[in-house]
């Protein structure tokens, strides 16, 4: 929707408002007469510029730059409060979005089915993503020569992605009784991948980021998260891993779409960990849509919006759960100058996915519904990993459900065959067990941790445990 469109269907008040915050010469009782002078200053570039730049540096700046680097075409009440509560406080939330409105950066309109949106005009939106693109890129270091060597990965992920399916669908393959690929198989499996991954080792924690985060490695565990999401593989209770019928059908989308689809998916995922993914991703793409930039530099940019997830710090973060995957997802290419320094650019698909073609974005949440409600991690080992900022909100049912093993930078809770009958005994059942499980962990429960407690309630109904 063109600024011109967004100014028609808005009322006169909402006009006047804008044309006296900016002290526009021009009949506030005409709409057509403030229609014109507001689009004759928003059509000029300059205007714009300085309007931003006028405003102080500081949260409301922020929620503004924000808001144009979001790429939806429409926003909630809740949406926009969100946003604004990143980088402030709920608290201020209800006048910043009046001063959004009063400023002429977001629009409330009426949608076809009648419930009200927030808007950016797309022309506005152009204009605002060309200056900050501009504002960050004097922020970062461009390289003034090109990388001696650099690594685009292209659509391997998901090639590899079919490599495992077609895998899955020619063997029989074994799962352990945690749910996992035998090792061996696995080990023959990963050799068949364009991108080589070896099997994990020991390891101290893997959390957060997926289903299978804790038993894989970081770029295979994307792949069998989304192929066990997307329903195109199961794992049976008789210690099997199967193709399913959607494999086929999604085998058919173009190599572009799945491509997307599994970056949509990944962002979804990683969003947990990184609340501020989102934004990370268009600071990426607007700085290195056409030039190599130095790493280092990048790391400067990005380091407000990536903070230490328990054990593992930010910089980790940036390196491993950014960048790098954005690498195998073939949306950055990553490089390196003569001298060694570390350099990264947008690839073609990065540039046709991230500025060019819209795409459809996951629901945002509820304002501060991240703050309250940090979902739990559910291990193969029955650890329940349990943010201190969740547990005050859930301790009646954790209590009834699992002992309390230690207290480290999350609490840390057992689900045991003693824990759940003391559950069964007060009411709880193994349905009710595995829902709450999956409500606090956003679906995200070992499928061997829902077999045996689907076990122990058989158990518990004929009176034999």
Known sequence: MRLSECLNSSSIDTLRKIAKRYSLDCSLSSKNSLMQEIMAHFNNRKFIEEAFSRQEAGEYREAVSHLMLDRRKTFSREDVLAMICRTGSLQDGQERMQRLLADGWIYLLNSKGGRQFYYIPDDLRRTMCDYLAQILKRRVKIADQEPIVYRDENFALQRDLIAFLNFVGKHSIRITKDGTIMKRTLQQLLSLFEINEEPLGKVV?????????????????????????????????????????????????????????LFRYWRILYRRPIPQLKLCIATIAQTTKADWVHLASMNELLAPYVRDYYYERAAAIMEKRIYQMLVHLGLLAYGQLACGTEVIRLTAFGRGALLEEAMVVEQEPEPGEQASKVPIIVQPNFDLLVPVESYERIAWELDEVADLIRIDVMRVHRITQKSVQRAFEIGWTDRTVLDFLREESDSMVPGNVERMIEQWGRAAQIGEM
Not at 236 to 253: C, I, P, V, Y
């Open 205 to 261: 924690w893997r959390f957060g980021y997926g289903r299978r985060f804790h038993d894989y490695p970081d770029r295979f565990a994307l792949i069998y998260d989304y192929c066990f999401a997307h329903r195109l593989i199961a794992e049976t209770a008789e210690g099997e891993l199967l193709l399913t019928a959607n494999a086929q059908e999604w085998a058919l989308q173009s190599e572009q779409a799945r491509a997307e689809d």
